[in-house]
Each structure stands twice: as C-alpha cells, then as structure tokens.
C-alpha cells in the first residue's frame, strides 16, 4: 500500500505541474484547421500609361519599343526624338497575399487610329516580373507591375505625323 500512496502523490504531483504547463503552452501558439481561403487579387491601373514619347519616321517606317525596364529603343528608319513627350511603361499595381501566382495574358495586337489618319500596330510586351511572377510583399502592399510595347511604324502616307491612341487588354490571371 505505500508503493502506492507514493506513486499516487508524486503522479498527483506531476500532473498539477504538467497540465498548467501544456496549458500555457498551447495559449501562446495560434491554432488554426485549415489555411484561410484566397484573397481575390486586385489589380490598380496607375496614371502612367504605356508611352512611347515622340518620333519621326522615313519611308521604310520601322518599330518603337518601350522594354518593361521602361528603355526606348527603335529600328529601320525610326528616329526617337525628346520634344518635351515623355515615355514609359504601364504601371500597375497588384495586392495580393504573399505567395499568390499570377500570371498576364496580353490580348491580341490592337490598331491605334492616329489624329491625322492611318493607324500603328501595337503589341504589348512583358512585364517586369515575368509570367508568371509570385507575389512576395505582405498584404495590403501593392506589387508594382511595368508591361512595355512595341509600335509597328509605316511609311508616312499609312502613318502620317499626328497623336495616336488607343486601349489594350491585360489579363491577371490568379492561379
């Protein structure tokens, strides 16, 4: 009977230690069953649209590309000029939770009717984080996106000099 007196008294003793323990222990650690369900993205057109600035053209035309890194560049007779218009990326802004893939489908190539007549052919480019890209930063921080283009540049007679504008389709896909 003492060898149980004894066993019982140091087990009593234990537990009254032990429970108290554990019991700490689990008000200090977050518990959940399952992961939170995804947040639908949102995504911000800013007011820095996809621009290519001002240029001048000979008869054979060529392209203006603005590349996601916000670099204007052209070829065949295309001659990129300053004048005070400035050029960039379309910069956009993407909130979602860290880890969230999203990849861009660029719609098909548009026309982009000129002021003057004519039209240029613009295809859009990649973005600056690539596609797909994973979101790192933490929620509610936006994610900065730069997609860049190219302008397909007639000769003067399909484009004469004058403003030209248009829209383009992005698809943010959230997989």
Do not use: C, W
């Amino acid at each position: 009977m003492r060898f149980n007196t004894i066993t019982d008294s140091f087990v009593k003793r234990l537990v009254s230690i032990v429970i108290p323990v554990i019991f700490l222990f689990l008000l200090s650690q977050e518990v959940s069953a399952q992961e939170p369900p995804p947040r639908p993205i949102v995504v911000t057109v800013t007011s820095q649209g996809l621009s290519f600035g001002a240029f001048t053209h000979g008869a054979a035309g060529g392209t203006v590309t603005i590349s996601s890194g916000g670099l204007r560049s052209s070829t065949g007779d295309v001659v990129q000029l300053g004048l005070g218009y400035l050029y960039s990326t379309a910069l956009y802004e993407v909130v979602a939770n860290p880890g969230t893939v999203i990849s861009l489908l660029n719609g098909p190539d548009v026309l982009l009717p000129g002021s003057n007549g004519g039209s240029l052919s613009l295809h859009i480019g990649d973005s600056d984080l690539g596609s797909p890209f994973v979101t790192t930063v933490a929620y509610p921080v936006p994610t900065e996106l730069n997609v860049g283009g190219e302008l397909t540049v007639g000769n003067p007679l399909a484009n004469p000099p004058g403003s030209y504008s248009g829209t383009f389709d992005i698809t943010f896909v959230q997989e």
